[in-house]
């Protein structure tokens, strides 16, 4: 388990590095995409359409932030993860076509998604679930927005972090699974669990 | 008579209270957690939890982004209120743009969202008639990530008691690390498929450590509670001792043909806030310690 401090983009050889387990503290430019951004961004694209975010080599963030109009700007208030599971059909096209190289999000994500993560060199950040303001304190600026009209928890903001994390390698460009191997793990653990309960 | 907009005022006072400040309950049993872990990463969520906790507080801010959308349970004693309902629907708007909270509400079809969090039977509002003096209005603004989790079975009566075990066993392993464990189970067995799903939730509005009157009951919350944390999913699912901090249950009588139960999954930033209010202006805030509060 190594610790790392990284800035984006992500290069896809920086990507290939890490391994499930690895700390991670991320420095740069991250947009935050959820439901919306993924359906919209990839409609775009299919009728033909420009999108123009530069997300070749980007970390995208599974967050619906709380943000304040502040001086003429916005400011963060509060900023964890979303739940990264309801990506699951979308992320692999997502990752494929945009070159993305990290997704920051919680819960962990499919088999599907794993094996995109692998086919293009990028990685899976779990970051603790509801650790709202401890993200938001990471978060130094929203440099701007895209699809501002799919309202505040769904249009993708471009926020300027330093050290954001920790964030855990949770499914790396190795077809490994953090998530996975807990799965197996509860597994084992079943006969254990059915025994104390008496079924 | 108890005003419009002192109810108004108290909602908004709850929802700001619920929204940065966990109960006392929820984060002793944080703590405990912490203490309890041995391994790196599960050690680091909580880790990650509890600064995240004290630094809401300490700066006054949501301590969740998911500020949810607002169920709210009244207790109407014998006390004249004017204005009851809009007082906690425009309590729930001007909360939404001062505090601010996440505007979520929006249609389930057209997704529309009105930016304030009140829409159509939304906030939603229990009132239950009581006999005391006074009003209580409880908030509980709850995430989707966890609230996706719920479920219902409608078991039949052969099912029985492992029935019950095997769905809650089920319904927790397939939840794993998605609705930001360690969390609550609320669970409501009996009633209808709605009483089912409305004691679910009901029962997460019971503070840890508390148990069930029914001595049969409360045996197996506390034997849920344990088996349950033997599976290892741990915070964040990325595994650990630590999957749940409570099992609370509520049971109901059924239909004779009928074994409802219902899961209602609560993350670990498991908010309420709970307030009385006395006729004579008093307000009381009995689900935080230190609730006391003059006349506002």
């Given at each position: 388990?190594?610790?790392?401090?990284?800035?984006?983009?992500?290069?896809?050889?920086?990507?290939?590095?890490?391994?499930?387990?690895?700390?991670?503290?991320?420095?740069?430019?991250?947009?935050?995409?959820?439901?919306?951004?993924?359906?919209?961004?990839?409609?775009?694209?299919?009728?033909?359409?420009?999108?123009?975010?530069?997300?070749?080599?980007?970390?995208?963030?599974?967050?619906?932030?709380?943000?304040?109009?502040?001086?003429?700007?916005?400011?963060?208030?509060?900023?964890?993860?979303?739940?990264?599971?309801?990506?699951?059909?979308?992320?692999?096209?997502?990752?494929?076509?945009?070159?993305?190289?990290?997704?920051?999000?919680?819960?962990?994500?499919?088999?599907?998604?794993?094996?995109?993560?692998?086919?293009?060199?990028?990685?899976?950040?779990?970051?603790?679930?509801?650790?709202?303001?401890?993200?938001?304190?990471?978060?130094?600026?929203?440099?701007?927005?895209?699809?501002?009209?799919?309202?505040?928890?769904?249009?993708?903001?471009?926020?300027?972090?330093?050290?954001?994390?920790?964030?855990?390698?949770?499914?790396?460009?190795?077809?490994?699974?953090?998530?996975?191997?807990?799965?197996?793990?509860?597994?084992?653990?079943?006969?254990?669990?059915?025994?104390m309960l008496g079924? | 008579?108890?005003?419009?907009?002192?109810?108004?005022?108290?909602?908004?006072?709850?929802?700001?209270?619920?929204?940065?400040?966990?109960?006392?309950?929820?984060?002793?049993?944080?703590?405990?957690?912490?203490?309890?872990?041995?391994?790196?990463?599960?050690?680091?969520?909580?880790?990650?939890?509890?600064?995240?906790?004290?630094?809401?507080?300490?700066?006054?801010?949501?301590?969740?982004?998911?500020?949810?959308?607002?169920?709210?349970?009244?207790?109407?004693?014998?006390?004249?209120?004017?204005?009851?309902?809009?007082?906690?629907?425009?309590?729930?708007?001007?909360?939404?743009?001062?505090?601010?909270?996440?505007?979520?509400?929006?249609?389930?079809?057209?997704?529309?969202?009105?930016?304030?969090?009140?829409?159509?039977?939304?906030?939603?509002?229990?009132?239950?008639?009581?006999?005391?003096?006074?009003?209580?209005?409880?908030?509980?603004?709850?995430?989707?990530?966890?609230?996706?989790?719920?479920?219902?079975?409608?078991?039949?009566?052969?099912?029985?008691l492992?029935?019950?075990k095997?769905?809650?066993?089920?319904?927790?392993?397939?939840?794993?690390?998605?609705?930001?464990?360690?969390?609550?189970?609320?669970?409501?067995?009996?009633?209808?498929?709605?009483?089912?799903?409305?004691?679910?939730?009901?029962?997460?509005?019971?503070?840890?450590?508390?148990?069930?009157?029914?001595?049969?009951v409360a045996k197996l919350e506390e034997e849920l509670l344990e088996s349950l944390?033997?599976?290892?999913?741990?915070?964040?699912?990325?595994?650990?001792?630590?999957?749940?901090?409570?099992v609370?249950?509520?049971?109901?009588?059924?239909?004779?043909?009928?074994?409802?139960?219902?899961?209602?999954?609560?993350?670990?930033?498991?908010?309420?806030?709970?307030?009385?209010?006395?006729?004579?202006?008093?307000?009381?805030?009995?689900?935080?310690?230190?609730?006391?509060?003059?006349?506002?």
């Amino acid at each position: 388990m190594a610790e790392y401090r990284l800035t984006t983009p992500l290069e896809e050889k920086t990507a290939r590095e890490l391994t499930v387990g690895d700390v991670v503290y991320l420095s740069g430019i991250i947009y935050t995409a959820r439901d919306e951004a993924h359906i919209h961004i990839l409609e775009d694209l299919r009728k033909g359409r420009e999108v123009n975010i530069p997300l070749k080599g980007a970390v995208i963030y599974h967050c619906g932030p709380i943000l304040k109009r502040e001086d003429g700007g916005w400011k963060v208030i509060a900023a964890g993860p979303t739940t990264s599971s309801r990506m699951n059909p979308l992320e692999p096209e997502f990752i494929e076509k945009m070159g993305i190289k990290g997704v920051i999000g919680k819960g962990g994500m499919s088999k599907q998604v794993g094996e995109a993560l692998a086919k293009h060199g990028a990685v899976y950040f779990s970051f603790t679930g509801g650790a709202a303001v401890l993200a938001a304190n990471r978060i130094k600026a929203v440099k701007g927005v895209y699809y501002e009209e799919l309202g505040m928890a769904e249009a993708v903001w471009v926020l300027e972090v330093k050290e954001f994390g920790p964030l855990i390698v949770g499914m790396d460009a190795k077809g490994n699974s953090l998530y996975e191997k807990v799965e197996l793990e509860v597994g084992r653990n079943l006969a254990k669990v059915r025994h104390m309960l008496g079924i | 008579m108890i005003g419009k907009s002192f109810v108004k005022s108290v909602v908004k006072d709850l929802l700001k209270l619920a929204s940065i400040e966990l109960p006392s309950d929820v984060k002793e049993a944080l703590r405990a957690a912490y203490e309890r872990e041995v391994e790196v990463l599960p050690k680091m969520q909580l880790k990650a939890i509890l600064d995240n906790i004290e630094l809401a507080e300490k700066t006054g801010t949501p301590l969740c982004q998911d500020t949810g959308v607002h169920v709210v349970y009244v207790k109407l004693g014998c006390v004249e209120v004017e204005g009851l309902e809009d007082a906690i629907r425009e309590g729930v708007a001007e909360a939404t743009a001062s505090i601010p909270l996440r505007p979520n509400a929006v249609h389930p079809l057209t997704r529309k969202n009105p930016g304030t969090n009140v829409g159509l039977k939304m906030p939603y509002i229990y009132i239950e008639k009581i006999k005391d003096s006074f009003l209580e209005i409880t908030v509980m603004p709850k995430g989707a990530g966890s609230e996706n989790m719920s479920a219902l079975a409608m078991l039949t009566p052969a099912a029985g008691l492992k029935g019950v075990k095997e769905f809650i066993l089920q319904t927790v392993i397939k939840a794993g690390g998605q609705p930001c464990p360690p969390g609550i189970l609320g669970v409501g067995i009996g009633g209808t498929a709605d009483v089912a799903m409305k004691l679910a939730k009901e029962a997460l509005l019971r503070p840890l450590g508390s148990r069930n009157p029914d001595p049969e009951v409360a045996k197996l919350e506390e034997e849920l509670l344990e088996s349950l944390n033997g599976l290892g999913i741990g915070p964040m699912g990325l595994g650990g001792k630590t999957t749940l901090l409570g099992v609370n249950i509520e049971v109901a009588y059924t239909h004779t043909a009928s074994l409802p139960v219902a899961v209602n999954y609560q993350c670990w930033a498991a908010r309420r806030a709970t307030a009385r209010i006395y006729p004579d202006g008093r307000v009381e805030f009995t689900s935080h310690k230190g609730g006391e509060k003059g006349v506002g």
